[in-house]
Each structure stands twice: as structure tokens, then as C-alpha cells.
């Protein structure tokens, strides 16, 4: 017998075990000690399926039933309601620019501007893979920390733990900038913190001590299994110590011989923090000496390593470490260890910390050092970068004793 509004109204658990009231076409009113639901049920392909149709009272016994034959009608022409019903969220929550991928992408855009090239481009790309496939068409406000947290283990599964911590800290911002504009009202990435366990920092293999070092920049001069580029382009990373992006999309306009300067762009430091203040790399004689040789080979192009198959890119990022391995300094020496290397001998020379961490392009954590650590220390700079090219001269010819190039 159909389902009559009284008999809605009047429907109980009975002695706390939830009760089904079936009205009639597979609508049933599911009774439990926390509500009173409506259900249909349905066949679809061979799979047996329900679809919630809302809550009694607030979806009377009429609206069910209107909602209920709306489904049948799907069913009937080859459609599967639940399905169809998805559609429809998904194009109104993305229409509506409420949907955490819409959020995520208007946060990103504003951020972009204080960040550069290579962390906006990192930061989307990790969403675009890890995010936005699993949760970007939720809406912002209905994405819970447990749906939240498998993404993540997703992430953290394949061995990225790295990636599934810094994912929760991108999601918390985008989560604080959801709540700013209105949009959410809590933010399911703060519940999260300490449920992903962030890896234990690997720091790139790098040679510190100065007799291995000089055995190092001996093989170096003598290996036959790389291209002159790539040799010259190691030798200018291990003078210089900046990092594989300055490194490589460097340009020939960037570089003053006589000034004795290469003028990194903001834009492409990784601390430039939206500055527009470039990145000062005092050229020491050895390393001028390298970008002659260099200008022998790539010259003619705008780029100071260019993809020698031709086009507008440049060396790939692969190539120095390629080398090193070829070398025999797997695990032993990488690029972006030229600058624990360089650190850590100019450290031991006397160097000044300012100094070093200025050249490193290293953050003041201290915020309030910061502030006032207006001086670039230039003139010490190109000093130290002359010492340094003095000692690697020394080390590649078996000298370890070398003058400090200081001022009085």
C-alpha cells in the first residue's frame, strides 16, 4: 500500500533498528535514529543501485515522488540518474566558480605575481596532477579532511611524501584564500597537519673537502665522454654555484665582460619574492675565461647553452647530471652540490656568512635581519668569487695552498 503523509510523520525506529516504509515503483522512506530519508531503488546495467532523494520533511512525500518518477523517466531512456545527477552538480558547482579547482586557479594566478617562473610553473603542475582530478570539481566548501587526506596518500603511495606535504600546505592557502572571498567557511587541510610524516631531507651528494675536489675538476678536464658545452657548461655552474634554471636559461645579454657582472633577472631566482632587483654573479678571471670558450661555441645564439638539435630551448636539465654519472661521481657530486661544495671551501677560507648566503641567494629567516640587511655585500662578493676562482685553479692544477684574495 502506498505511503500516506501521516504515515511519514508518525514513522519510528523500532527499538533503534532503522525501518524501510515502502510507498511504491521502488520509493521507500528510510527510517533511522538520526532521520528519516528518502531512497529509490533501481537497476541500471546489472547493477543494483539507490538514490538519495532528499530528507523527510524537507522533501515531502509529494516532492518524492515527482523526483522519483523525473529519475524513472532517465531510466527509461537509456540514462543512469545518479550519473546524470553528478553531471548536473558538476557543471553548476564549475559554473559557478565555486568548485576548488575554480578557487585553486584564481588563488594561483594572484600568487604567480610574488613568485617565480619556475615555482608558479611547479605549484600548478602539482595540481593539475595530483588535485584537480580527485577533488577539482567539489565544490570548496563541502571538501572534508578525510576525502582530503586520501588524496593525498594517493600522492604519498607512489613514494612522494615530499609532494603530498607540500600539497597539503598549497591546500591550506587555497583553503584561507577560499575562506577570504567567502566561498568556505573551514579549512580541511589545518586538520591534516602531522597526518602526512614528511620524508627526511636528502641533501645532494657534494664534495667538501678540497683534495677530492681538486680530483674531481682533474677528471673533469680530462674526461673524453662529454661534448666541450656540456664540460664548459659544468665548469661555469661549479665557478658560479647557481642553480640549474640560472644556470641554464642564461643569455649572452645577461653578461658584462668588462663589467665583470652577470646579471641574473629577478624573475628567474627562485628567492626573488616579487623583487625586481636582479641577482648580482661577480665574474671571477677563471670564470671569464670559461665564457670565452663558451663564446667560441654559442655565440652566434641568444642563449649562452642553447639545445644544440636546434629551436628555442635550452640545454636540458638532465644533461650536467648525465655527465657526472658518465664521470664516475654518481652519489659522490651533482649540480646543485656545486654549491654546498663552493660553500662549504669558502667557509673554511674565512669568507663571511653574509656573503656566502648573499651569492647563494639564500633567504634571511630571521625577518628582522632581513629588514636591514640592505647591503649586497658586492665588494666582498667579487673578492670571495676571485678567491674561489683561484682555488679552483689551484685544486684542478694539485696546488692546495692558494693566497686569500682579502683586502686589508
Same mark, same amino acid.
Not at 523527510?56 to 509529494?62: D, I, K, Q, R, S
Not at 664534495?207 to 683534495?211: A, G, M, P, Q, W
Not at 632587483?277 to 670564470?287: I, K, R
Given at each position: 500500500m502506498p505511503l500516506t503523509d501521516l504515515a511519514c510523520r508518525r514513522a519510528k525506529t523500532v527499538d533503534g533498528t532503522s525501518v524501510k516504509l515502502a510507498d511504491d515503483k521502488g520509493l521507500y522512506l528510510l527510517v533511522k535514529s538520526s532521520g528519516r530519508y528518502?531512497?529509490?531503488?533501481?537497476r541500471f546495467g546489472e547493477k543494483r543501485k539507490?538514490?538519495?532523494?532528499?530528507?523527510?520533511?524537507?522533501?515531502?512525500?509529494?516532492?518524492?515522488?515527482?523526483?522519483?518518477?523525473?529519475?524513472?523517466?532517465?531510466?527509461a531512456s537509456g540514462n543512469d540518474p545518479m550519473a546524470d545527477r553528478k553531471v548536473d552538480k558538476l557543471v553548476r558547482v564549475t559554473a559557478s566558480g565555486n568548485s576548488f579547482k575554480s578557487v585553486a586557479v584564481e588563488w594561483h594566478t594572484g600568487q604567480s605575481v610574488r613568485w617565480a617562473p619556475i615555482t608558479a610553473s611547479k605549484t600548478l603542475k602539482h595540481m593539475e596532477t595530483d588535485l584537480f582530478p580527485v577533488i577539482g570539481h567539489r565544490l570548496v566548501s563541502e571538501v572534508t579532511p578525510p576525502e582530503l587526506l586520501a588524496t593525498l596518500r594517493r600522492v604519498q603511495a607512489r613514494g612522494a611524501t615530499y609532494t603530498a606535504t607540500r600539497l597539503r600546505e598549497i591546500c591550506g592557502q587555497v583553503f584561507r584564500y577560499a575562506i577570504a572571498t567567502g566561498r568556505a567557511t573551514y579549512n580541511p587541510a589545518a586538520d591534516l597537519v602531522g597526518a602526512i610524516i614528511p620524508a627526511k631531507v636528502q641533501h645532494r651528494p657534494a664534495?667538501?673537502?678540497?683534495?677530492p675536489f681538486g680530483q674531481f675538476l682533474r677528471d673533469l678536464t680530462a674526461f673524453q665522454g662529454a661534448d666541450d658545452l656540456t664540460k664548459i657548461a659544468t665548469r661555469l655552474a661549479l665557478l658560479t654555484f647557481?642553480? $640549474?634554471?640560472?644556470?641554464?636559461? *642564461?643569455?649572452?645579454?645577461?653578461?658584462? =665582460?668588462?663589467a665583470r657582472e652577470w646579471r641574473i633577472p629577478a624573475g628567474r631566482?627562485?628567492?626573488?619574492?616579487?623583487?625586481?632587483?636582479?641577482?648580482?654573479?661577480?665574474? $671571477?678571471?677563471?670564470?671569464?675565461? *670559461?665564457?670565452?670558450?663558451?663564446?667560441? =661555441?654559442t655565440?652566434?645564439?641568444?642563449?649562452?647553452f642553447p639545445n644544440m638539435y636546434g629551436g628555442d630551448k635550452f640545454m636540458s636539465e638532465n644533461t650536467i647530471g648525465r655527465m657526472l654519472i658518465r664521470l664516475g661521481y654518481q652519489h659522490r657530486?651533482?649540480?646543485h652540490g656545486f654549491r654546498a661544495s663552493a660553500r662549504s671551501l669558502l667557509s673554511e677560507r674565512?669568507?663571511?656568512?653574509?656573503?656566502l648566503e648573499r651569492q647563494l641567494d639564500h633567504s634571511e629567516r630571521s625577518k628582522v635581519v632581513a629588514a636591514y640587511a640592505r647591503s649586497e655585500h658586492l665588494e666582498e662578493r667579487r673578492r670571495m668569487m676571485e678567491d674561489w676562482g683561484s682555488l679552483v685553479d689551484a685544486l684542478e692544477a694539485g696546488d692546495n695552498v692558494v693566497p686569500l684574495a682579502r683586502a686589508a
Open positions: 528518502w531512497r529509490w531503488d533501481y539507490t538514490m538519495a532523494l532528499g530528507v523527510y520533511p524537507e522533501v515531502g512525500l509529494a516532492q518524492a515522488r515527482a523526483d522519483r518518477d523525473k529519475a524513472r523517466k532517465l531510466l664534495i667538501t673537502e678540497k683534495r647557481v642553480r $640549474s634554471q640560472e644556470l641554464r636559461f *642564461a643569455k649572452w645579454e645577461e653578461v658584462d =665582460i668588462e631566482m627562485k628567492m626573488a619574492k616579487g623583487s625586481n632587483q636582479a641577482h648580482v654573479v661577480p665574474l $671571477s678571471a677563471a670564470t671569464i675565461r *670559461a665564457l670565452e670558450a663558451l663564446r667560441e =661555441i655565440g652566434w645564439h641568444t642563449s649562452l657530486q651533482t649540480l674565512g669568507w663571511s656568512v653574509a656573503a
